[in-house]
């Protein structure tokens, strides 16, 4: 249990002297443990340590967590957030076992999970995934399709379209770290200028690059190996 108590000290140090050497308020920024591929048991001493937002890719492994936190009465306080890739076949069970959904990148699947969403649970919320490189293989809606998008989005009534997500590809040159945030700060602040929305979440930055996500906006930090160290 001391170790994980360790790293979260540790990757809370690192979020107080990025926010505050940026005049942030470190209170904005919520920290997301990534916990696919981790045992149950660090999870739980997470929980115990005061972590109570987890980050999930796979939808098996992530409601067996969730049901062995169920169990041990910690569910009640923990928000779930799936990060992965969706099928469209999985939209059902996350629509109804999920608070935040932050890799949503087409229509379809934003329209399945809000037709899906169960009327005793309040609306998803949701960030759009944008691959803000270009890049052809990734995942992430490209940067042209993000305004019909957004717009689409917003109109779902059981959806809350909360902001945007990112996964830059590594940077050439560390000075290149901060530019893809930006990039993303630009387009929620241009979503909301043009389109009329109140977007409030930039879901950027990961364990190597949190400090310049959050110089440039960051409000989601999504942290894997800092905090659990390799997934197994
Ligand atoms: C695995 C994963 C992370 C965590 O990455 P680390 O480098 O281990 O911090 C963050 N975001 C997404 C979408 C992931 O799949």
């Known amino acids: 249990m001391h170790r994980i108590q360790d790293t979260l000290t540790q990757v809370c140090s690192r979020i107080n002297a990025a926010a505050t050497a940026n005049g942030r ?47 041990q009465g910690f569910g009640a306080d923990t928000q779930w957030h799936f990060i992965g ?3 469209s076949n999985k939209t059902k069970q996350i629509s109804e076992h999920f608070s935040w959904v932050h890799s949503v990148d087409r229509l379809k699947i934003a329209q399945r999970l809000n037709d899906q969403r169960p009327a005793s ?18 995942s992430g809606a ?33 000075e290149d770290a901060h ?8 387009l929620m602040q241009k979503l909301n200028s043009e389109l009329g929305l109140r977007l409030d979440t930039l879901s950027m930055g990961m364990s190597s690059d ?8 960051s409000t989601i930090v999504r942290i894997g190996t800092a905090l659990f160290g390799e997934r197994g």
């Open 85 to 87: 890739p969706i099928q």
């Open 142 to 174: 490209e940067v042209k399709e993000v305004d019909a998008l957004a717009s689409a989005i917003s109109k779902l009534d059981r959806l809350s379209l909360r902001g945007l997500m990112v996964i830059p590809r590594p940077p050439e040159k560390s």
């Open 179 to 186: 530019l893809p945030f930006r990039h993303c700060r630009a």
């Open 121 to 138: 649970l309040p609306p998803l919320n949701i960030c759009l995934q944008v691959n803000i490189d270009n890049e052809s293989s990734k």
């Open 25 to 71: 308020n470190a209170e904005e920024i919520t920290l997301l443990g990534v916990s696919k591929k981790q045992p149950l048991d660090k999870l739980i001493s997470a929980y115990q340590c005061g972590l109570r937002h987890f980050g999930e890719n796979y939808l098996q492994e992530a409601m067996s967590k969730q049901a062995a936190f169920n169990a």
């Open 210 to 217: 949190l400090d310049a996500a959050i110089a440039e906006g």
